[in-house]
């Protein structure tokens, strides 16, 4: 299942979102648009969370087919904080256990009247097919898929850059890593290249470059130091040796040599410029505690911007199947 | 524990439901009456489920001994819909790290005012079990017990066949497969036989077929094409290799060249008759897809009217308690 | 990190109790004061629990390092019925699959706004270390912390002694068992030391006995028969195979024999005396059932207790900081 098809298959008839699988096709007033009510979700710590009926009488459910603790938990809160019931199921443990087809779990739990499904998988395609799948009334979101795509990861990059640096047409945004792997990667590049950032900088070791042809409009760097030059934005990857075919080819400590983001090639960046990281980190490997814990760290507000976005995202996917619902009746009666 | 035990421990001293461990000894007013509050909490897909308070305040606890994601999921939705506090606990892996024995656990959970629990057990009578050592204000409800008993399948597959074919005095129902091993067969059979349906065919070979003496008033058949022949309603059930002595004996695909519901061998049945399988589907050994999926299949409507079910056992049986409690009081002051 | 460190740690600048490490240092009017808001949430089982919304609008965490379903579900229904939301994180088996430090998980949380986190750990030291690090706002309880601290059991025992035995300074309490090794011992004997209980009695077998030194003020025994003798408490220990450096040393059927709690050696203590035990038993080991469920038991009480000292304490930790919150706004305007 291409990209592509995620782009189109997200929209219902009318072209409403009412899927989120990928950043791909969406433009720059919908982007623009989901920030602005991801904005309005934010809290800063020490306030009461931002919390509203939006999800009403909704159930939201949770399938990891990926383990990941912390993308649920945020999903899970910003479900709850917008009234919806929720219930997660690990995918891992459970749902194979009775040799049950994913689809036949998906078709259960849309006959309890799940409303949302937040999909995570190490595979490609999933969120894509069971969106192809499920009741028009049926919303699936993308948590993580493969190397490919993790939209709300993109559109909370995109946020706390806009609140740190303000807008990107005027930024230079640099990100260094394992980008091959990265999911991350990709999703935050799509939101900033339909933004129209002022430059967008891919730096990794050749081996761990995009495949050619991919992201374009984007510049690879093959340097550090280079890369990161009068940057405004630095932000490291996780190195993903999970999806590594020989995870061996990297060595943590060469890695780090060469490619870490420490203070000292941070020097060759704006002085102003902001550090990011999606989380969790390989502390010395990817980046030091130095910079990680230190002023130019933008990374706990990239959480609490994570939050944010999802509610804004499901507030606004279920607002369109409402829509949809109605002009269906309005059709109908 | 016998059955029979089962059915008057459910009852408390005035005669009414406080436990639901079997739909044995269950009237067929009593069915009715669970039945149609069933109905009064259906929704369609796409519309909002129903909700109300019954529960409120209420903390329902989901004890599952055996894993059972889609179950628990059902029987955690129902609650929460109805207002109620519900914790899970994976009994599997968490109970018996202290070696703490069920009593234990059930009294703990108990003295933190869990008001009901909810089980499912691979061996026969724990329900049955707890329900005699709780408290008066406190109830059991059976979520599908060894090969014995599974009364809310059983009840949600009654409901949806009344609500595809009408009252079942008027009906023939086939029920094919592994009945020997079937709590869903027992328990659906019972409330088949209780509501006086027209005709109960147990259609199995003869290895797989229910005890002598087991489920009187049905019929046995051992072929396929008997068994069907004019049926309203044909209802396969789901392979229980888990439960057979030697499950090698069960070779998959001579099973579902002699007993597998297809498309072909449907055509005996009537022409207007539904397809039912309480899932999880074994696709290709119990069933098609072409039949599972096809226009003729209640399958998912089964999981809808499941969380209905659900619902209405548990706000009846928490109404059932507050009358006696309030009897109580009033025998008290 | 000493216990003395956890015992400043957990008051803010103005010395009001923002989180709960210890009760090592809190005064006798502190004890007092959580053991009456205590008192206000105790329901006896029949009743609808207490529920009120002083965490309305907050997000507790659990944070279980070490599995206890029976401790994570009182702390979790303790913050529902206060209105809280909750997320469980089982962090033996999601928290370090990326290898994630315990910190980054809960700088992360805390970007996500959550409040509480109520943390369980074999090793000591961890609740004191997040809290020595966590924003201003945010609290930590301690669950249970290695053999060193149990603040919200020592409160609940201490509390359900006051019911049924009235004031702790008229009482002589024995605690009987393996108290080297026993959390609860330290934590409810520093409660009822403080309280200026009677008489404290540690009654064990040497090799079993506290460190020399801890618990000043406590008298050891080392015959079941006179540490018992005219007691108004005997409190009966688990015995802590996990925490024993060479578990065989401790023989089931010989600790029996010698400490376990019987009825025949209950007829040394007062006729009134009430037994104690924290959970899980080993019955047959620390205590026979006869005694465990027998007239004098207070063991369920405990458990009630347990839901209502840890609603004490979570409406009492957030109502501090939000004290706090509001001075600092002051001060800052």
Redesign the interface.
């Known amino acids: 299942m291409s990209i592509e098809s995620g782009a189109e298959l997200q929209r219902d008839q009318a072209g409403r979102l009412r899927h989120l699988l990928t950043l791909e096709g969406l433009t720059r007033d919908e982007l623009q648009h989901l920030l602005d009510l991801a904005q309005f979700y934010v809290?800063v710590?020490?306030?009461?969370?931002a919390?509203d009926q939006s999800l009403w009488?909704?159930?939201v459910?949770n399938l990891f087919f990926e383990?990941?603790?912390?993308t649920r938990?945020?999903f899970?809160?910003a479900a709850?904080?917008l009234g919806a019931?929720v219930?997660n199921?690990d995918m891992q443990?459970?749902?194979r256990?009775?040799?049950?087809?994913v689809l036949?779990?998906i078709?259960?739990?849309?006959?309890?009247?799940v409303d949302v499904f937040v999909m995570r998988d190490a595979e490609p395609g999933l969120p894509a097919y069971v969106s192809a799948h499920v009741?028009?009334?049926?919303s699936v979101l993308n948590a993580g898929e493969a190397h490919l795509s993790h939209p709300t990861q993109g559109l909370l990059d995109v946020l706390t850059i806009r609140q740190r640096k303000g807008e990107v047409r005027n930024l230079s945004v640099a990100i260094v890593g394992d980008i091959r792997h990265s999911r991350v990667a990709r999703s935050t590049s799509r939101a900033l290249l339909t933004l129209g950032v002022g430059e967008l900088r891919l730096v990794s070791p050749a081996s761990l470059a995009p495949e050619p042809g991919e992201l374009e409009g984007a510049r690879r760097h093959h340097s550090l130091a280079e890369g990161v030059a009068g940057a405004d934005v630095v932000m490291a990857l996780r190195i993903q040796r999970e999806r590594m075919a020989d995870a061996d080819t990297v060595d943590p400590e060469t890695f780090y040599r060469e490619w870490g983001v420490t203070a000292e090639n941070l020097r060759g960046a704006r002085p102003d410029a902001i550090v990011m990281h999606p989380?969790?980190?390989?502390?010395g490997v990817e980046i030091t505690s130095e910079v990680a814990d230190g002023a130019q760290s933008a990374i706990?507000?990239?959480?609490?911007n994570?939050?944010a976005v999802r509610m804004a995202v499901l507030a606004t996917i279920v607002r369109n199947v409402q829509e949809r619902?109605v002009e269906a009746g309005r059709r109908a009666g």
Do not use: F, I
């Not at 383990?67 to 912390?70: A, E, F, L, M, V």
């Not at 256990?97 to 087809?101: F, P, R």
């Not at 009741?135 to 049926?138: G, R």
């Open positions: 809290r710590p020490g306030e009461l969370p919390r009488g909704r159930t459910a383990p990941s603790t912390r938990v945020s899970e809160l709850k904080r019931d219930v199921l443990s459970s749902s256990v009775k040799g049950e087809t036949d779990t078709y259960t739990l849309q006959a309890m009247l009741a028009p009334h049926v989380g969790p980190m390989n502390r706990r507000q990239q959480v609490t994570g939050v619902n």
